[in-house]
């Protein structure tokens, strides 16, 4: 087993009813966004303006979520996102499935950040988020080095992970979630309704198809 398999299964993952992450049976909020100020400063990652808007909590540490991002949302992309019939979010809800999950999370935020305009506030946001799920390894230094490939400065991101810079982002996008009723990675959300089944592209087409 390599490492990242065995992070994501000794720490947190399992299946239940649905296949997902989840730090208890339902998730808690990660010691180390306690205490943080919940309050926005980035916006949401989008990709998209259609009608339908499907939301997606992820853990950058879990594997599921892995699995969505390496089966689903590439069939998201060729079906709807381009043929505009959807807007498509990311949040992030660690649930530590990885020790680094929200070193991770805080990592991609610098990089949008740092990449972000007033015409694409993503940046290379959704560039960075693939790069880090497809690593092997996740400490601080091979965070901000693969920051360099879209454009960062890797000491931008060092120091964002020293100053956990990116927190109230982080646990404004958790407390959101919770809110909404998620407890696991990843979770779909169609239009305000979770999808049962995350991993499976038909369902979540079928839940947009009767959204639209």
């Not at 989840?22 to 990660?30: D, N, Q, T, Y």
């Not at 990311?90 to 610098?110: G, L």
């Not at 080095?145 to 982080?170: F, H």
Request: proline residues 5%.
């Amino acid at each position: 087993m390599n490492r990242r398999a065995f992070l994501v299964s000794a720490v947190g993952c399992g299946v239940t009813a649905v296949a997902g992450c989840s730090s208890l049976l339902e998730a808690s909020r990660p010691d180390e966004l306690e205490g943080t100020d919940p309050e926005s400063q980035l916006p949401t990652p989008t990709l998209g303006s259609g009608d339908v808007t499907v939301d997606v909590y992820e853990d950058l540490g879990c594997r599921y979520c892995h699995e969505f991002q390496a089966d689903v949302f590439p069939d998201l992309e060729d079906s709807y996102l381009e043929t505009g019939g959807i807007t498509y979010r990311h949040f992030d809800f660690p649930v530590e499935a990885a020790d680094e999950s929200v070193a991770m999370a805080n990592a991609a935020r610098a990089v949008q950040a740092e990449t972000g305009t007033d015409d694409d506030s993503n940046g290379q946001f959704f560039e960075y988020k693939s790069a880090v799920m497809e690593h092997d390894d996740w400490n601080d230094e091979a965070l901000a080095e693969l920051a360099e490939p879209v454009g960062v400065d890797p000491a931008s991101v060092s120091s964002a992970l020293a100053d956990d810079t990116y927190y109230p982002t982080l646990a404004a996008d958790w407390e959101r979630g919770a809110e909404g009723g998620v407890e696991r990675t990843p979770t779909v959300v169609v239009d305000g309704e979770i999808v049962d089944e995350p991993l499976e592209f038909d369902e979540i087409a079928a839940a947009i198809d009767d959204a639209s």
